[in-house]
């Protein structure tokens, strides 16, 4: 049997492209998908200053978190173990393969239409809609680019549809612990039962997310002692533009070293929503942008192992790193009249949730490598098919990235 670990993007993803070489396919999760409030669990989070909310009923939640016991320490995220993990709270916002910096990457994308197409086809069984790949951008000065994504709330219920349909098998309350590779077993905790089962596989894809990947790796080979993920920082700050730019909704800033991505949210709506303001014409040029640094300016997160089943998950910063965006971003704004950017708040490490980058693909072999494919080194027969295999974790929108890089690990 072929087990995916991991039902969200990255898992039905990798079984989309597994199924043309494969049949007997399954797809594990620890929980069906539960009726819980997206905006409940959103605001808890922004409450939260550091550890992990969980997408999931107090009663998942409260199963998962027995089984090990993890320390944070200076870093947030959220995870779900719910049926279609964190598609079912994400934001939506599609990103585009000409977009990004491809350099980066120890391979050459050398038919970047072909693998458009691909990628069209499977956002199609996503979204129900036929979305187009814009490759242009539009630089409005030296320093900020207008970018033209598409954004679309769906889960990954259409496509779990048609996998379903191709016979492709899925498997619930199940959650791996380890693998043991000399067997070919998998270790998993049945959380309906409270006992473990262990099972056979020919071929294992990893696509629990970077961080509960690196937990199933640590669990599993005694030669990794801690991970690193990187991330892309998250602050937030109040953006203030010019009439002629009303329409811009996601741009890129580059200057002297300092590089951000930031998506803009209408302050007038944020106002009326919260305080029922009829008339709130004064905020038409505000917005709060949500800011996403590129990797080199932000920390990273550290998975570390403790003791038998315990974890320690801590954020660590870079020097300064504060002082130094706020004083670039006060200096911009001195010479710059396009789009102003004021009152940084800098979210803790993680909560960006782009994460990833701690196995990633190289040519060469090594401890923390896999190759092209997403196999590692030293493990034949492991696969890891989610954002911890990217080589670099872009400043912009990560998912529909992540996801072209399956496509092309395993469309050979
Ligand atoms: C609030 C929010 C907004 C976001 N907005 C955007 C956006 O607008 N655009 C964008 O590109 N990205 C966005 N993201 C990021 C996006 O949600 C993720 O990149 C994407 O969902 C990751 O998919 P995944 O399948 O790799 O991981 P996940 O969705 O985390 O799926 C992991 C799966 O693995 C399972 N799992 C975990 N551990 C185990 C285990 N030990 N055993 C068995 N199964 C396990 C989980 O149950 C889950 O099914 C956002 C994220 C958040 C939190």
């Known amino acids: 049997m072929i087990y995916i670990i991991g039902s969200g993007f990255s898992g039905l993803t990798t079984a989309f492209i597994l199924r043309k070489k ?3 396919i399954t797809v594990i999760s620890p929980s069906k998908k539960e009726r819980i409030k997206k905006s409940g669990t959103l605001l808890k989070y922004l409450l939260t200053f550091k550890g992990e909310t969980k997408f999931n009923s107090n009663k998942v939640s409260n199963k998962i978190s027995s089984i090990e016991k993890t320390i944070y320490k200076n870093c ?13 709270i994400w934001g939506g916002v599609l990103s585009n393969i000409y977009q990004f910096n491809l350099k980066k990457f120890p391979f050459k994308f050398n038919n970047l239409k072909k693998i458009e197409n691909n990628y069209l086809n499977l956002e199609k069984l996503i979204f129900k809609k036929n979305f187009k790949m814009f490759n242009r951008s539009k630089k409005i000065n030296e320093n900020i680019t207008l970018l033209n994504f598409n954004k679309k709330n769906s889960n990954v219920e259409n496509l779990k549809k048609y996998l379903l349909a191709k016979k492709v098998n899925f498997k619930y309350d199940l959650y791996l612990k380890n693998i043991d590779h000399k067997r070919k077993k998998i270790v998993l905790y049945n959380l309906s039962h409270g006992r473990d089962v262990k099972l056979d596989y020919k071929k294992l894809y990893l696509a629990a997310g970077p961080i509960n990947t690196a937990k199933i790796i640590l669990n599993s080979f005694s030669n990794f002692k801690s991970l690193k993920l990187k991330e892309t920082r998250h602050f937030f700050c109040i953006v203030k533009k010019k009439i002629k730019l009303r329409n811009i909704k ?21 106002f009326k929503l919260f305080f029922n303001f009829k008339n709130v014409n004064i905020f038409k040029n505000f917005f709060i942008g949500q800011c996403y640094l590129d990797s080199k300016y932000s920390g990273y997160i550290e998975v570390k192992k403790k003791g038998k089943s315990n974890f320690l998950i801590t954020g660590k910063q870079k020097k300064l790193f504060k002082k130094d965006i706020s004083e670039k971003l006060t200096q911009f704004n001195n010479k710059n009249f396009d789009l102003k950017f004021y009152f940084p708040i800098f979210n803790s490490i993680g909560s960006s949730n782009h994460l990833g980058s701690s196995f990633p693909m190289s040519k060469k072999k090594g401890k923390f490598n896999t190759k092209l494919n997403g196999e590692l080194y030293n493990f034949k027969d492991i696969y890891i098919s989610d954002s911890s295999v990217l080589n670099d974790i872009d400043m912009q929108p990560i998912t529909t990235f992540s996801l072209i890089n399956i496509l092309r690990m395993n469309s050979k």
């Open 22 to 24: 494969y049949k007997n």
């Open 76 to 88: 947030k995220f959220i995870s779900s173990y719910q049926d279609g993990g964190l598609s079912n």
């Open 250 to 270: 996601y741009f890129k800033f580059e200057k002297n070293n300092l590089k951000f991505y930031s998506q803009l949210y209408n302050f007038k709506d944020i």
